[in-house]
């Protein structure tokens, strides 16, 4: 019953009231009290209209025992003690107020002292409330940094020399399906800047060591001599493991904007065509998924992709009013970019063009395709599809999209 029923109902009760002997007005005063709720005393008064009751706000309010001194006082030795709870802080007030005054540490009078000692911890609680919530309101707005990501350079994408040789940008691409829970592998993926040359590797989990040695194994492979590499805001290589190794290593280190994914433009566009086209959209989660996926980067994947596949790179753009003019260079493959650079050494120049020589791009095709369907069968075993065969009939990457909706569906 909401106010304006209850004062409806009051007025059809007050003649009748009135007009009645001492039994029937307790009996009316019964029968309202019991429909609304109200107290008895409550109304008697308003039942007797000529009696003015007093609003809540005219009501004297009460005098405050503990003032503004002493909660000033409460909250420095509440800041002191690492913020107890109300308990604890109670037991901390009777012991340790006198000390604190000797020390200097406080200063207050002996009556403050004495309302503190008699504080008790319910009261505590609620006189701190106001300062607990402008602590959860600094944390909640207190940017969150450290001195690592401080020590490090933000370079943006048109900050690079695009024309050198060994400038990497690195990026990792999840293998999680629908369900980031759990560990899972994740796909480094590596790309220079100058010549589009692509390095993967397959790290299970997010570990910092993890990724470092997959950043290594990929060094490693790559025909020429690194001078800087470039990851995002991501903890798998933004942390002092990989910036004491870049430092041993005679490395640059920089990183991305954070929420700036043009700064990582190259690597980007790179997950697309040579992770997400290949493998798909898949949660990979096993060993046996980390070797085969590793096998198929580490030898055909890499190689068809670096010495057939060839990359178109913008090299001038102009806006004229609203409309921007682009002109691409001619389409080369990496191993073509890397020996017309001149940026490599003659032995290193000699071995690519060995490689070259003793490839088969058709061959590499379809040890991939070998591979891949070797891949999906393994995630298909894990989920229990031996049955289902579709890999035969679609392109992987509908594969992928197809049992990542299945996935979906079942979570939700």
């Keep these: 019953m909401n106010k304006e029923a209850k004062e409806q109902y009051m007025d059809t009760l007050r003649e009748k009231y009135f007009k009645g002997t001492k039994k029937e007005k307790g ?6 009290c019991r429909n609304t709720k109200q107290e008895r005393k409550y109304a008697i008064k308003k039942f007797n209209y000529k009696v003015k009751l007093k609003k809540k706000e005219d009501r004297k309010k009460r005098a405050c025992f503990y003032g503004g001194v002493v909660i000033a006082v409460l909250v420095e030795i509440w800041k002191i003690f690492d913020y107890p709870c109300g308990q604890r802080l109670e037991e901390i007030l009777n012991t340790e107020t006198e000390n604190l005054r000797k020390w200097g540490e406080i200063v207050c009078s002996n009556e403050v002292a004495n ?57 990792f691409v999840e293998s999680c399906g629908a369900s980031a ?26 570990g ?91 030898n055909e994947l890499r190689l068809y992709k670096n010495f057939f596949q060839p990359v178109i790179k913008l090299e001038s753009k102009e806006r004229t009013g609203g409309h921007i003019k682009r002109k691409y ?62 890999t035969n009939t679609l392109n992987p990457s509908l594969v992928s999209f197809f049992h990542v909706a299945q996935e979906a569906v079942s979570v939700s």
Excluded at 356 to 369: C, G, T, V, W
């Design 27 to 32: 009996e009316i005063l019964d029968e309202y």
């Design 115 to 171: 309302k503190l000692k008699k504080m008790r911890s319910a009261t505590i609680d609620r006189r701190l409330n106001h300062e607990k919530e402008v602590l959860r309101l600094k944390e909640k707005y207190r940017k969150k940094s450290s001195f690592l990501l401080s020590t490090i350079p933000i370079k943006t994408s048109a900050e690079f020399d695009r024309n050198m040789v060994g400038n990497e940008q690195v990026d």
């Design 181 to 206: 829970s759990g560990e899972y592998i994740n796909n480094l993926s590596i790309c220079d800047i100058s010549s589009s040359w692509w390095e993967g590797e397959a790290i299970m989990g997010k």
């Design 208 to 298: 910092q060591q993890r990724a470092l040695a997959g950043l290594d194994n990929c060094r490693k492979r790559t025909p020429f001599t690194w001078h800087e590499f470039h990851p995002d805001n991501g903890t798998n290589l933004l942390n002092f493991a990989v910036c004491a190794y870049a430092e041993k290593e005679g490395l640059k280190f920089s990183r991305s904007r954070p929420y700036h994914k043009n700064d990582n433009c190259f690597i980007e566009q790179k997950n697309s065509t040579h992770v997400r086209q290949v493998i798909g959209y898949l949660r990979y989660d096993t060993e046996e998924e980390l070797d085969c996926l590793n096998n198929l980067y580490q």
């Design 329 to 390: 260079g001619r389409a080369k493959t990496p191993y073509r970019r890397l020996i017309e650079s001149n940026q490599i050494s003659k032995e290193e120049r000699e071995k690519l063009t060995a490689i070259y020589q003793s490839l088969n791009p058709a061959e590499l095709k379809r040890m991939i395709d070998k591979k891949l369907d070797n891949l999906y069968k393994i995630y298909q075993k894990k989920k229990g599809q031996e049955n289902i065969n579709l």
